[in-house]
């Protein structure tokens, strides 16, 4: 048994990406774990928000969360913001970084370049995401390949804590799925399918219709080759394909190459939208069930309890060990 520790922005509804590359592993890990499922909502703000947007995003989160199979009453399920030991353990955690490793994180780079006003939250927020993952004793971090380097910096600065003032941190480890884990754009193959991208198209929603998702995978860049094979270099839009349909039929990729050989891409599209509408009709079906339920927000506010009970001990031992506040 592990202690398990994962956070998603709650920055647009999430993708077929993010539930195939992550939730649908949370499911299984679950049971033999000790997780905590956290909505990362003040990572949220590194960027503007609308406030009733952003509201809204949380709860459709929480919602989606439960639906596709996370049991609140097994796992913590649980909001970034009613839990303050999150930003307080987070300011900590900027004081013992530097600002050298913080201007080398690549989502830094990434998300600054060519702006001439960047908040100062966008280059603070690993410390914060430090500070999400360290207070609960955390020893996994399932995550995507591009999370990599936040895991390394978390390890860094609770080794440079324990070292500095007492062992009291736990050093986590990243865990990313084999398969899977980096479902990528419908429109452009080479990268990462994402929630917030600007065409629509490259991605699938978890709330998308029927319709929408035919629409999207019928529009789906290949290429024209006309063979069903998976071959990541030359193919990835074909290959991006194949992986969401062998997760989603739970079928081997080899097994699908075997089953479209000598059939069009055509065939093989419609084909791919079946198997996503089914995997994810019966969580529609369940997310549309609580949105508006009490059932939720009964949820949540047993999450933040015990999120809040477990965190707020932890905080304690690190300002002792800091020599905030007052001895007691």
Request: hydrophobic share 40%; aromatic share 8%; charged share 25%.
């Amino acid at each position: 048994m592990a202690i398990i520790f994962s956070g998603i922005q709650p920055s647009g509804t999430l993708t077929i990406g993010n539930y195939l590359g992550a939730m649908k592993h949370f499911v299984d890990l679950q049971e033999d774990n000790t997780c905590y499922f956290c909505i990362v909502d003040e990572h949220a703000i590194t960027v503007p928000q609308d406030p009733k947007e952003l509201q809204k995003n949380i709860r459709s989160l929480a919602a989606l969360y439960i639906a596709v199979g996370i049991d609140p009453t097994k796992s913590t399920l649980f909001i970034q913001s009613e839990v303050p030991a999150h930003a307080q353990l987070g300011w900590i955690m900027q004081c013992i970084s530097y600002i050298g490793e913080l201007e080398r994180m690549t989502q830094f780079k990434d998300k600054s370049a060519g702006k001439e006003a960047v908040s100062a939250g966008l280059l603070t927020y690993p410390p914060l995401m430090v500070a999400d993952i360290l207070l609960y004793n955390t020893e996994i971090v399932p995550v995507g390949e591009d999370q990599k380097q936040h895991i390394e910096l978390t390890r860094d600065l609770a080794e440079r804590f324990n070292k500095k003032y007492a062992e009291i941190f736990t050093i986590p480890e990243a865990r990313i799925p084999k398969v899977g884990a980096r479902i990528m754009s419908l429109q452009d193959p080479t990268k990462k399918m994402s929630k917030s991208d600007a065409n629509t198209k490259a991605f699938i929603s978890m709330l998308d219709t029927e319709k929408q998702i035919e629409k999207k995978i019928k529009s789906a860049v290949t290429d024209s080759e006309g063979i069903i094979k998976y071959d990541k270099e030359n193919k990835p839009g074909i290959s991006n394909l194949l992986t969401i349909y062998s997760i989603c039929a739970n079928k081997t990729i080899e097994e699908l190459e075997k089953e479209y050989e000598g059939k069009g891409y055509g065939v093989f599209k419609a084909d791919v939208a079946q198997a996503v509408i089914q995997t994810l009709k019966p969580i529609q079906e369940r997310y549309y069930e609580l949105i508006e339920s009490k059932e939720l927000d009964d949820y949540l506010d047993l999450g933040a309890e015990k999120a809040n009970t477990v965190a707020s001990k932890m905080l304690k031992k690190v300002e002792k060990a800091m020599g905030l506040g007052r001895s007691r």
